[in-house]
């Protein structure tokens, strides 16, 4: 089973940068598409990026194109988003997932399982 825990969260000035961890447990990420997706209360959860583990390929979200960066480390079995000049509007919860592939994870509406997330807040 394929266990996801997400850390790097926490209270950031807006402009300012964090980055965020997902350590991947019971897979190797080198076979798998990992992607970031962020809530905020009330809204439904939002895509960000994928990163694909077989060929290191990426995809984001208008949203977040040139500010967030997305990257892996297979040592460490672990993927990073790198988040720069956040915004008041970046507040949210934000969540790592796995899929088996880019239809399942980003494509098409994910239906896998989700771990507890991590809580950015941005202040202004």
């Known amino acids: 089973e394929v266990q996801l825990v997400e850390s790097g969260g926490g209270l950031v000035q807006a402009g300012g940068s964090l980055t965020l961890s997902c350590a991947v447990s019971?897979?190797?990420?080198?076979?798998?598409?990992i992607g970031w997706f962020r809530q905020t209360w009330g809204k439904m959860r939002e895509r960000l990026s994928c990163?694909?583990?077989?060929?290191?390929?990426?995809r984001y979200a208008d949203s977040v194109k040139g500010r967030f960066t997305i990257s892996s480390d297979s040592g460490k079995n672990t993927v990073y988003l790198r988040m720069n000049s956040l915004k008041l509007e970046d507040a949210a919860v934000y969540y790592c997932?796995?899929?088996?592939?880019?239809?399942?994870?980003?494509?098409?509406?994910?239906?896998?399982?989700w771990g507890q997330g991590t809580q950015i807040i941005v202040s202004s």
């Open positions: 990163i694909r583990g077989s060929d290191g390929s990426t």
């Open positions: 997932a796995a899929g088996e592939s880019l239809e399942q994870l980003w494509i098409y509406p994910y239906e896998g399982s």
């Open positions: 019971g897979a190797d990420i080198g076979n798998y598409v």
